[in-house]
């Protein structure tokens, strides 16, 4: 990407505006290049390309904010530019891309315009026209990136572990969760199906110093009756038909960790039945 940066006129930037954008001309039409250089350069610090040889890696080291493509190309296809077009913006949502041609069919701006071009001007340009639809479609994203910021932002700052929420009755949760983190109580967590009683299971466990130990779920509701025993307390090789080799239970792979026994209501009737009692450490 052969480029030269142009001296920006300071005096000609707008009051509001403290750092301005790189904008990136590739044309080899030298007319046009003594036309707008001018036109933009109290707007934009200018660079420019007369080929699309490493354009996308070039944009991305010069932090280009913009791109004014000339598509036409001399040789066999006169409109290469287009796939280099449709790099760039496949390459970056954000970046500002603007178009030229000589060419005069509709089907050539719209060509444009699919391949990601902001919008398309046909040569020769008003180079006027051409810097009110830069200057406007960088202010546009340039507003569009803060909000997206900001919202990105808030969402941080509303985060907790894998919940996002910051209203008081969340943080009445953030608090508990951080208050039981530090022992080693057993938990019950209650709530209707869908309020993330899983999701505070592991916040508990993700703060707490059983961290990196094991993490031991089950799903209470899908053990046959037959089998909550062996499940939760292992089995010796020859105990039932089928057992062929001794296997722990899940309360001793949990040793030392967390054991998470999900919709607890289920397994309860059965432990009683069983005449067998859990202790579980985080349980719902």
Not at 39 to 65: F, M, Q
Not at 221 to 238: D, M, T, V, W
Request: proline share 5%; net charge negative.
């Amino acid at each position: 990407m052969t480029t030269r940066r142009n001296p920006v006129e300071t005096q000609a930037v707008p009051a509001s505006q403290t750092e301005l954008p790189v904008v990136c001309i590739v044309t080899a039409d030298e007319e046009f290049l003594e036309v707008v250089v001018p036109e933009l350069t109290p707007w934009c610090e200018i660079i420019v390309s007369d080929g699309y040889e490493g354009l996308a890696r070039g944009t991305r080291e010069a932090n280009v904010a913009a791109v004014v493509l000339d598509i036409d190309t001399e040789g066999e296809d006169p409109l290469g530019g287009l796939p280099v077009l449709n790099e760039l913006r496949r390459l970056n949502e954000n970046l500002t891309l603007i178009s030229m041609s000589r060419a005069r069919a509709r089907s050539v701006e719209k060509q444009a315009l699919n391949a990601g071009a902001d919008a398309h001007f046909r040569n020769p340009v008003d180079v006027t026209d051409l810097r009110m639809a830069l200057v406007e479609t960088l202010r546009r994203r340039s507003e569009d990136a803060d909000r997206e910021r900001m919202r990105q932002q808030s969402i941080e700052a509303s985060r907790f572990q894998d919940f996002v929420g910051a209203s008081e009755p969340m943080r009445l949760v953030y608090d508990a969760i951080q208050q039981v983190a530090s022992s080693s109580i057993n938990v019950l967590i209650r709530g209707e199906s869908g309020t993330g009683k899983e999701l505070a299971a592991r916040a508990i466990v993700a703060l707490s110093r059983r961290a990196n130990k094991p993490y031991i779920r089950v799903n209470c509701a899908a053990l046959p009756e037959n089998l909550i025993e062996s499940e939760l307390f292992g089995s010796e090789r020859g105990a039932f038909t089928g057992a062929t080799e001794s296997r722990p239970g899940q309360i001793e792979l949990a040793d030392g960790g967390t054991l998470f026994l999900d919709e607890i209501a289920t397994l309860t009737v059965a432990i009683f039945s069983c005449r067998r009692t859990a202790a579980p450490t985080a349980c719902l």
